[in-house]
């Protein structure tokens, strides 16, 4: 079973950056679509980027689209979101996801089978 652990999260003032980090356990990290999900108080998980196993094509969420980059180093089975020019809206709880058939729709929560803890990121104003 894959295990993701995020790291990076914390609090920064608006139009700042920060990059978050997960690393992910197992062979097979390189065959994994990846993303990026955050949700924050009493709202619905929400999709912000993802990235195909071989790095060549990434969709974001269109709020973040200029602002964040995701990547990955298979190498180092590990998977980054580059987040700049933060906005008090973005502040959240931000999963790293895995999906190992690269089946269904890779904007939808329920396309990935394995989730990280979650790392929060606060933005404040």
């Known amino acids: 079973q894959v295990q993701l652990i995020e790291s990076g999260g914390g609090l920064v003032q608006a139009g700042g950056s920060l990059r978050l980090s997960c690393a992910a356990s197992?062979?097979?990290?390189?065959?994994?679509?990846m993303g990026w999900f955050r949700q924050a108080p009493g709202k619905e998980r929400e999709f912000v980027a993802t990235i195909s196993w071989s790095g060549s094509s990434t969709l974001y969420v269109d709020s973040v689209k200029g602002r964040f980059t995701i990547s990955r180093d298979n190498a180092k089975n590990t998977v980054y979101l580059q987040m700049n020019s933060l906005k008090p809206e973005d502040t959240a709880v931000y999963y790293c996801?895995?999906?190992?058939?690269?089946?269904?729709?890779?904007?939808?929560?329920?396309?990935?089978?394995?989730w990280g803890q979650g790392t929060q990121v606060t933005v404040s104003s």
């Open positions: 197992g062979r097979t990290f390189s065959n994994y679509r």
């Open positions: 996801a895995a999906d190992r058939d690269n089946l269904g729709n890779p904007r939808r929560v329920e396309t990935y089978d394995h």
